[in-house]
């Protein structure tokens, strides 16, 4: 796998917190509790949750509700796509649950500069489970894997784990 396995600082742990209360808002309303939030310079700029049943598209995981919140909010302020572009290389997404292949894509185009997750997805991980797209661009996209018994509140991972982790294939 190409992701591993790092001490969580203090600022990890709280973004990875504030991760899992956005999962916890996803599970609240019946989806799959995926939550996630980005952050620049030491500050959460953006969260999401995953929202595919909620809005019927199944494109609307919780990475791709925060980064569509960034391009409104810097397009909206007159950003050109060189500062958008900038902005992106300065920012970290900590996600309770590994990138699927979709986001991993989009995070690494985007440019982000690294992913921190809680669980891996062993069913459609971009990070390294399934593909290393992560690793695809000349600036490869840096991608940690929190190890569970590191974070000190794990029942909505070990829940994001039990329902992404179905078995690949059945009988
Ligand atoms: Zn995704």
Redesign the pocket.
């Known amino acids: 796998m190409a992701s591993h396995e790092e001490d969580c600082s203090p600022d990890t742990l709280a973004f990875m917190e504030l991760a899992i209360q956005q999962a916890k808002l996803a599970m609240d309303s019946l989806e799959v509790p995926?939550g996630c939030v980005i952050v620049e310079d030491g500050k959460v700029i953006a969260s999401g949750r995953n929202r595919t049943t909620e809005t019927r598209n199944a494109?609307r995981?919780?990475?791709?509700e925060a980064i569509d919140i960034l391009l409104e909010h810097w397009q909206k302020n007159g950003l050109s796509k060189l500062e958008v572009a900038e902005k992106f290389s300065n920012c970290y997404l900590y996600v309770t649950c590994e990138?699927?292949?979709?986001?991993?894509a989009a995070l690494s185009i985007l440019g982000i500069k690294e992913v921190c997750y809680g669980c891996a997805n062993d069913k459609?991980g971009?990070c390294g489970s399934i593909l290393s797209l992560h690793l695809g661009s000349s600036e490869p996209l840096k991608s940690l894997w929190f190890h569970l018994p590191s974070l000190g509140n794990t029942s909505m991972l070990s829940e994001c784990c039990h329902r992404e982790r179905k078995p690949k294939f059945s009988a």
């Open positions: 995926v494109t995981h919780a990475e791709m990138p699927c292949i979709m986001c991993a459609f971009g």
